[in-house]
Structure formats: structure tokens, C-alpha cells
């Protein structure tokens, strides 16, 4: 156990050697955990309260999940009808609403975004609609997924739960919804939610979490928060030897760090950290359907929005179609877009973009920007984070084929979509693309409740390299392991 670290201490990490920086040694207590990240070379500082918040809510969780075996999966089922019940409740929301109203008010004057923290009469529908989907869902604990018969015996493959589930999520109130999924396969849930949703989350496990587990009598830990705005608690909870599965949401570096943290331990992981999606137009792109498909790619700022456009030289007719859908789209939200265009590409753009200044609203507040800047090649993998303001790349290319080497590399190959009248094209294009989500028209059909009737735990790109026997959709379902049963029917079986 260490007790303190001394500046300039040398700390071994992988194969190399990271010095302890003054301010790390400062802060550093007995108690504390020091985690050195082997693929990053990062330290990372973990104070014992943050140890303590995640180990709570992963004991919690933990235990219940040892529990849950003698529960019914009519009492899971009433769960989710009566966690749905409370959030549909207009009383029981009260003290909900006032903390989230709370945290909105704190983030913005903190600077920071509100934008899926907001907890809007559109986003709690979508949480009680998502919840009694599960609650009706056939899927449980306990399925015959392959038989293997043989002479005087035979072996069962069947589903069982795969375990505690801890996720690390932004601050956004739905992802209790989200995260609730697992429970139908009889998994447990320990969350860590983004420290300007703690409020609001802490809110919710009081006013509708626990009044439903008590009432449908699951164990107290099956969703289970880690109270703690310190981000360390997330890695304190992803250090944690005993997970099935740990999940991250979050921006590209936090996630991957997570990731990080988690492999070491030796937990499996599902990142969902960088999003942006990409829209090529191909040499018979139709102008309208191109225009539709742009303006209805950022209608707001989620991860399957619109992040780059390429469009061919032998169709350079569609830039201005693409500018003023882009600009349409900022119009519909009350504001202007900003256009960030590769550099070989200027030439295509009117000067004069460059150097009208218009005014874009951010986190912090409502900035006068150029209309258009200049990025290279390089910046085509930025994810533009963006409020209300839409924020788009554009580049020009020579073909598609180049749009489609330009993706594999810079994108974090998640959402790609052709606009072309040409089938072969499509084919050309769905073979070599390298994502898990492709499509012909607007990017934002990626979602799982949207696309597939199924309540999201989060959209994995292959930004981490592509996925073992699932897809890009983590839902409840997909949150399980298999388990194989013997039936010997000849006593005298034997090898």
C-alpha cells in the first residue's frame, strides 16, 4: 500500500518510466490508489473516497446479482413496469424536475453544455417508452440458443446472464432508461453518471429506482449509482476485478482511458467514445436527395450526426447545394453553421465565407466566428462538438474511392452513407467502407430505439478495432453469456 509519492519518483509503466509529477505528489494521501495505464503510459490518481463511492455501489451490485436467481422474471417484468409508472408520474417527478433544473443551471454557469442534460418532456417519454419495451419484451434470463444431439445423450447451449455491468456514462438524465436493459436478462447495473447529471441521477434512484425494485422485490443493488462527482470513481469502478462487462460513453479520450483501465484489470470492454458520421456523394447523386440527407444529418449534435461530406470533382455542382443545406439546418435552429473545408477544396468554396463572421452559440455562450475556415487533410478525424451552431467539414475529392480511403483512415468508422442512383456503386462502396453502420441516405437513423426497436446501451464504432459476434448496437439483449448442459440418457455412457 503506498503512502506517499515523492516528486520526481520514477513509476514503471509497460516498458518504460513515468516521473511523478509535484502536483501529483501533493495531492496523493494514504489511501489513494496509483494506476499506471500500460497502453498510455498515463498515472492516474484515484483518492480513497472515490475508491470507496465505487466499491459501495459494486458490492451493491454485486450481491444482488447473486440474488436475483431466486426472482422471478414476472418480477423483473413488474419492475420495469412500475420503473416506467414512476417516470410517467407527475408527482413523482417533482423533486426530479427541480434537480435537473438545478444541474442545468450549474452546468451553464459553469460553461459547460447542457445539451442531453436537459431532462425535456420529449426525453422522459422516451425513457418510459424504452422501458416498457423491456417490460414486454419476450427475452429472458434463460434461453435454448443451440442443441447438440448425440447417441444416448445430447448438450444444451442456453443464455444465461452474463453478470454486474458498470457503466460510465455523460451527464445525460436517459441513461437510466438505457441502462436498465440488462436487468431483463437478469444482469445487474452499477452506473457512474457524469458529475453534472449526479443530481438529477441521485434524484431519479430516490423518486423511481428504488420505490420499483422494492415494489416488484428485486435486490436493492440491481441498479445501483456510484455517488461520486469525482471522475476517478469511474476508474476506481472500471479497476474492478469482479464486472462482466464494462461499458463507456463519453468523449474519445475519457473512453479510451476507461477502456484502458479496464482491459488491464482484465474486463471486457464496449467503448462508445467518438462519434461523427461521414456522407459521400456519388457521381450520380440526385441534388435534392443530397441536400435532404445533409440538412437532416444535423438537425442536432449527437454521435451520429454529420461530421464530414465528400463530395467528387466531377461534382462540384453540389457544394453550394451542401452549403445551403447546412446553412438551413442552422436556420432551423435559430442560429448559423460553421463550415470547415479542406484545404485543396477552398477553391470551391465562395471566398466570401471565409471572411463573413456570423455568430455561433457554444456552451459558453454566443461567439462571432468566421462563416468558413481552412483545416488539413490531417483534422478530418475531429469531432466537431457543437451546441446549437452546426459544425461541419467538407472535402473534395477525385472519386468515391478516395472518400472511402479518406473515411478508413481519419473517421472513427462508425456511421458512413453513399448518396448515388448507381446499385453497383452502393455494392463498391458497403464492400469497402469500413463501418458498422452504412446507409444511402441522412445519418441519424443510427440509433437502436429509431432503427431496431431496441432500447440503446450505447453505438460501438470500430474505432478500437471491430467487434467479437455482435453489432454495433449494445442493447439489452446482447448483454449475456452461454452456458452448456449435459442430458445423458444411456447410464453407461462413457470414452
Not at 102 to 122: C, H, I, M
Not at 167 to 179: K, L, M, S, T, Y
Not at 180 to 191: D, F, L, P
Not at 324 to 339: K, P
Request: charge should be negative; charged fraction near 20%; proline fraction near 4%.
Amino acid at each position: 500500500m503506498l503512502e506517499r509519492l515523492e516528486p520526481g519518483q520514477l513509476v514503471v509503466v509497460g516498458d518504460g518510466l513515468v516521473e511523478v509529477s509535484a502536483e501529483l505528489a501533493e495531492a496523493f494521501r494514504p489511501g489513494d490508489r496509483l494506476v499506471a495505464i500500460a497502453a498510455t503510459g498515463d498515472l492516474l490518481h484515484v483518492p480513497s473516497a472515490a475508491l470507496e463511492a465505487a466499491a459501495s455501489a459494486t458490492d451493491a451490485a454485486v450481491g444482488a446479482f447473486a440474488a436475483l436467481g431466486a426472482v422471478s422474471d414476472d418480477q423483473i417484468t413488474a419492475f420495469f413496469d412500475a420503473f416506467a409508472a414512476n417516470l410517467d408520474d407527475d408527482e413523482t417527478m417533482a423533486p426530479v424536475l427541480a434537480a435537473n433544473a438545478a444541474d442545468v443551471e450549474a452546468a451553464r454557469a459553469a460553461g459547460r453544455s447542457t445539451t442531453r442534460l436537459v431532462l425535456t418532456p420529449s426525453m422522459r417519454a422516451d425513457m418510459v417508452t424504452g422501458l416498457r419495451g423491456w417490460r414486454d419484451s419476450t427475452l429472458r434470463r434463460d434461453g435454448e440458443v443451440a442443441t447438440f444431439p448425440h447417441a444416448g445423450w445430447a448438450v444444451e447451449a442456453r443464455r444465461a446472464p452474463l453478470g454486474v455491468v458498470a457503466f460510465v456514462f455523460e451527464g445525460r438524465p436517459n441513461v437510466f432508461a438505457d441502462a436498465a436493459g440488462v436487468v431483463r436478462t437478469g444482469n445487474t447495473v452499477v452506473m457512474r453518471i457524469g458529475s453534472d447529471a449526479l443530481g438529477t441521477a441521485e434524484a431519479i434512484v430516490a423518486a423511481a429506482v428504488e420505490p420499483a425494485l422494492a415494489s416488484s422485490g428485486l435486490p436493492a443493488g440491481t441498479m445501483s449509482l456510484v455517488r461520486s462527482r469525482d471522475r476517478a470513481s469511474g476508474w476506481a469502478l472500471f479497476g474492478r476485478p469482479d464486472l462482466g462487462l464494462a461499458v463507456a460513453r463519453g468523449s474519445g479520450t475519457a473512453v479510451a482511458q476507461l477502456g484502458a483501465v479496464a482491459r488491464q484489470a482484465g474486463t471486457p470492454v464496449s467503448l462508445h467514445g467518438t462519434g461523427g458520421a461521414w456522407l459521400v456523394a456519388g457521381r450520380s447523386a440526385d441534388a435534392g436527395r443530397f441536400a435532404a440527407s445533409v440538412a437532416n444529418s444535423l438537425d442536432r449534435k449527437v454521435c451520429n450526426t454529420l461530421n464530414v461530406c465528400c463530395i467528387p470533382e466531377a461534382r462540384v455542382d453540389l457544394v453550394p447545394v451542401f452549403l445551403d443545406a447546412v446553412d438551413r439546418a442552422a436556420e432551423a435552429l435559430g442560429t448559423a453553421a460553421r463550415v470547415h473545408v479542406e484545404s485543396q477544396s477552398r477553391r470551391h468554396v465562395p471566398a466570401d465565407r471565409f471572411e463573413r463572421i456570423v455568430t455561433v452559440t457554444r456552451a459558453d455562450g454566443d461567439h462571432d466566428e468566421p462563416q468558413a475556415t481552412e483545416l488539413d487533410e490531417s483534422e478530418l478525424g475531429t469531432e466537431w462538438e457543437w451546441e446549437r451552431s452546426p459544425e461541419v467539414s467538407l472535402v473534395v475529392v477525385p472519386d468515391v474511392d478516395r472518400a472511402v480511403a479518406l473515411h478508413n483512415r481519419y473517421s472513427p468508422r462508425f456511421v458512413a452513407s453513399l448518396i448515388s442512383d448507381d446499385e453497383a456503386e452502393h455494392h463498391r462502396f458497403y464492400a469497402a467502407v469500413d463501418a458498422p453502420f452504412v446507409g444511402d441516405g441522412f445519418t441519424r437513423w443510427v440509433d437502436g430505439q429509431y432503427a431496431l426497436d431496441t432500447p440503446e446501451l450505447g453505438l460501438a464504432n470500430w474505432q478500437y478495432g471491430r467487434l467479437l459476434a455482435r453489432g454495433g448496437v449494445l442493447s439489452g439483449e446482447s448483454v449475456y453469456t452461454v452456458r452448456h448442459r449435459a442430458t445423458i440418457t444411456d447410464p453407461g455412457l462413457h470414452r
